[in-house]
């Protein structure tokens, strides 16, 4: 039986976070580890606090590393530290609720990774009010047969809508084989508005590129080779990987904020945890100015009465 590594401790801000089994492998693409995943988000500290900041998130958990099992974890486990901060969301469907991570320092990032968290998934919304999202999520989703060419069309597409209306959005790659772009709006609205819209959006996008977008609802009536706008991870409780967030596959992927003048150059694979950091400590925060672009979504939700469609319900 193999020995496990001794435990170190991590002075992280105010406090001290024990990471057990720091050399486990987690990433057996390159052989990073359990500390070097730490270390990872450490290097990114500013980034994924600014990411996951006062959100409820859940938490992507591989105990054994990414070859293994994953967990979904909603509610913080019992013995936590009591620094640590958490935000009760309800879930009207089971009439049941959870009490989820709420980052508020770097600290509670490396605790969610002594936890074995490799992804983080927080709300587009905050904890001030849980039922009205702060953030539209753009997520740009390939099909099986579709390229990272067409994604790229697709974005400055996006881009284009996002001008005319006078948003700022902000890109970033997913992980896997898409994009996101995130928008930051007034808290004013329900999920459902969000959705609508969303859809509203994504409807205008696939309109002006008909060949390479769907907007369709159920998976199996897609083309192959489309690319779908899903606008139904605006909906309550869905959620996607944040920016700086690793993903969890044997690459050690992360979600890399981007300028849009990268778009046509990026390639998914060259943001992992062995290239993110430097590229943090040259270029900072790319989503640092988030919160200071502001977007009213009555434009798009004029858009969504115009077009009169009903939303379908969420998954």
């Not at 994604?151 to 996101?180: F, M, N, Y």
């Not at 769907?214 to 192959?224: L, M, Q």
């Amino acid at each position: 039986m193999a020995q496990k590594s001794a435990a170190v401790e991590l002075e992280v801000g105010p406090h001290t976070v024990r990471i057990s089994n720091p050399d486990r492998v987690y990433f057996p693409a390159r052989g990073e580890t359990k500390l070097d995943l730490v270390n990872y988000y450490l290097s990114v500290g500013d980034g994924i606090v600014n990411a996951l900041r006062e959100r409820p998130c859940m938490l992507h958990r591989f105990p054994s590393g990414v070859a293994g099992e994953k967990v979904h974890q909603k509610r913080v486990p019992n013995g936590a530290p009591p620094w640590l901060e958490t935000v009760r969301v309800t879930f009207p469907r089971y009439n049941r609720h959870a009490d989820e991570l709420c980052v508020t320092e770097l600290a509670h990032v490396a605790w969610a990774v002594q936890m074995s968290t490799v992804e983080f998934h927080p709300w587009n919304s905050r904890r001030a009010d849980t039922e009205k999202p702060d953030e539209w999520r753009i997520d740009l989703d390939p099909m099986p047969d579709c390229g990272f060419d067409r994604v790229r069309r697709v974005a400055h597409i996006a881009h284009e809508v996002l001008d005319e209306l006078g948003a700022v959005g902000w890109p970033k790659t997913s992980g896997g084989r898409g994009l996101h772009v995130y928008v930051r709006i007034e808290p004013r609205w329900s999920f459902t508005d969000v959705r609508r819209a969303a859809l509203a959006f994504a409807r205008e996008v696939e309109r002006r590129a008909p060949d390479d977008v769907t907007t369709t609802w159920w998976r199996k009536d897609r083309d192959p080779r489309a690319l779908f706008v899903d606008y139904n991870q605006n909906a309550r409780d869905h959620t996607i990987a944040s920016a700086y967030s690793v993903r969890g596959n044997p690459e050690g992927t992360v979600s890399t904020p981007i300028r849009w003048d990268e778009v046509d150059d990026a390639e998914p694979g060259d943001f992992t945890i062995a290239t993110v950091p430097a590229r943090f400590a040259e270029l900072g925060d790319l989503h640092a100015g988030i919160d200071d672009a502001v977007f009213s979504l009555e434009p798009l939700l004029e858009w969504a009465d115009r077009d009169g469609e009903e939303l379908p319900e969420p998954d």
